[in-house]
C-alpha cells in the first residue's frame, strides 16, 4: 500500500524510468514487508528549475541525475527496516539503470490506516 513518487530531471529514456520504478519497488517487498501487487507509483520528469536540490548538502556530491524518491506508508516499520530499505534502493538503482548511490535522495512519509482508500470511499484497512 506505499505510495511512491519518483522525480527525475528530465532526459531519462523510458526504459532507464522503469528501472528506477522496479528497483524501488523491488526493495520495498524485500525490506519492509509490501506485497509484491502492491505496486502504486507515479514518475514525473522537471527541467532544473523545478526540481531544485543542494549539489552538496551533509558534503555528499550530487549531479544532475539526481532521483528524489518520496514513500508514503503506514506507521511501524522499524528503524533496522528503514535503513535496509534505503540500502537496498541504492543498491537495485546502481545495478540498474546505473544511478550513482550520491544522487538517491529518499524520504518517507508514514500515516495511519485509516489515511488509505483504495476505492468505493471506503478506507478498506480501517472500516468504521
Do not use: C
Not at 519497488?25 to 507509483?41: E, G, K, L, N, Y
Not at 526540481?51 to 551533509?58: I, P, R, S, T
Request: net charge neutral.
Amino acid at each position: 500500500m506505499p505510495l511512491v513518487r519518483i522525480s527525475l530531471r528530465k532526459g531519462r529514456s523510458i526504459a532507464e524510468r522503469r528501472a528506477i520504478a522496479d528497483g524501488i519497488h523491488r526493495a520495498m517487498v524485500a525490506t519492509i514487508d509490501v506485497p509484491a501487487a502492491d505496486r502504486f507509483q507515479v514518475t514525473t520528469e522537471h527541467d532544473e528549475n523545478a526540481l531544485v536540490f543542494d549539489a552538496n548538502y551533509l558534503s555528499i556530491a550530487r549531479s544532475e541525475g539526481f532521483v528524489m524518491i518520496q514513500i508514503t506508508l503506514r506507521r511501524g516499520r522499524t528503524p533496522d527496516k528503514k535503513r535496509a530499505l534505503y540500502r537496498a534502493i541504492v543498491e537495485n538503482l546502481a545495478a540498474a539503470p546505473g544511478v550513482r548511490p550520491q544522487d538517491i535522495f529518499v524520504s518517507l512519509v508514514e500515516n495511519e490506516p485509516v489515511d488509505w482508500s483504495f476505492g468505493d470511499g471506503v478506507a478498506q484497512y480501517s472500516p468504521g
